[in-house]
């Protein structure tokens, strides 16, 4: 098969280690810088390009879009939904997942646990907010960002009320979410494929720093998700439309909670902290999809460390 992975760089760890599992299974593999491509609409006919390669030539493809280029990433994967070129994220579910509120919006409609959250508007008591949430710390987030940027704790009301301000000022949305205390700067990443949990893994905040990003210097090991948590991952990915992702769950006094979902997890974490290969099991599951389009033939299963990859015909 003929993969082509989109990326803005080949030297991503990402980028390298599904290059690697593709090349693995005896696939060929084209790194589109996604950034660089042209869409073609005419007369009921839809093309991209990426320099002179058609992507209608290849069989399959897997995104790696980064947050910066969430609108020219939505955009080419809707030309290549038209395209009817396989897939493991779609334009809908990105955009959904790159906005903070709405996909706990989503979530929560689906009846499933978050942490207390609220949306700033302009003009807010914001003291007031913070009482609903049960009081202080709060954690203050903006609305499309990862990796941490933009994840502030306050600790006192006015430190709220200035960063929220700051925030506003620059034209930023701005949410504030009660602190789970008990989670001692701790969460689960849930990598998931196709409705299972394929790794996971516990990521622990540095010292002095409430942020269990990997970017932000926390250390990550392997973690093995209980049943409920497993299920509250695997749910929540469902719900927002992503057949791969990375949910974020808190494990608090009520119970677990799930904190946020990204489209494009990062491997280099979960494959260092579990040694799974999970670049591997999202190429498999990309090619499942390409066989069942191609040949319409019946899945099989195969077993891995957590669970079987199975696609259901839709």
Do not use: W
């Not at 066989?291 to 199975?310: D, S």
């Amino acid at each position: 098969m003929r993969i082509g992975l989109l990326s803005t760089s080949a030297e991503l760890y990402s980028t390298q280690t599904l290059l690697k599992a593709a090349l693995q299974r005896d696939h060929e593999v084209d790194i589109i810088n996604y950034r660089e491509c042209s869409m073609v609409l005419q007369d009921g006919f839809a093309e991209a390009y990426y320099n002179d390669l058609a992507l209608s030539r290849l069989d399959g493809i897997i995104p790696r879009i980064g947050t910066s280029f969430t609108s020219m990433g939505a955009a080419l994967l809707s030309h290549c939904e038209m395209m009817e070129l396989p897939s493991t994220l779609n334009a809908e579910a990105l955009i959904l997942v790159r906005d903070k509120l709405r996909s706990l919006q989503k979530i929560q409609a689906a009846g499933l646990p978050i942490p207390k959250t609220i949306f700033i508007g302009h003009e807010q008591d914001i003291k007031t907010q913070i009482k609903y949430l049960g009081g202080l710390p709060v954690v203050i987030k903006l609305i499309g960002r990862t990796h941490g940027i933009g994840v502030v704790l306050a600790e006192s009301a006015s430190a709220a009320v200035s960063t929220v301000e700051a925030f506003q000022a620059l034209n930023e949305k701005v949410i504030i979410q009660e602190f789970i205390s008990e989670a001692r700067g701790a969460d689960l990443r849930a990598f998931v494929v196709n409705g299972k949990v394929v790794a996971s893994m516990k990521r622990q905040a540095a010292e002095g720093e409430f942020r269990s990003n990997l970017h932000r210097g926390a250390t990550a090991q392997a973690e093995v998700l209980s049943a409920e948590e497993s299920d509250l991952a695997c749910k929540a990915a469902q719900v927002c439309g992503l057949e791969v992702a990375g949910v974020d769950i808190l494990r608090s006094k009520r119970g677990p909670l799930i904190l946020e979902i990204n489209a494009s997890p990062g491997l280099e974490g979960i494959e260092n902290a579990t040694g799974i290969d999970v670049a591997g099991k999202v190429i498999e599951y990309l090619i499942h999809k390409i066989h069942l389009r191609q040949f319409g033939l019946p899945l099989p299963t195969f077993e891995h460390e957590h669970a079987a990859l199975i696609l259901s015909h839709q």
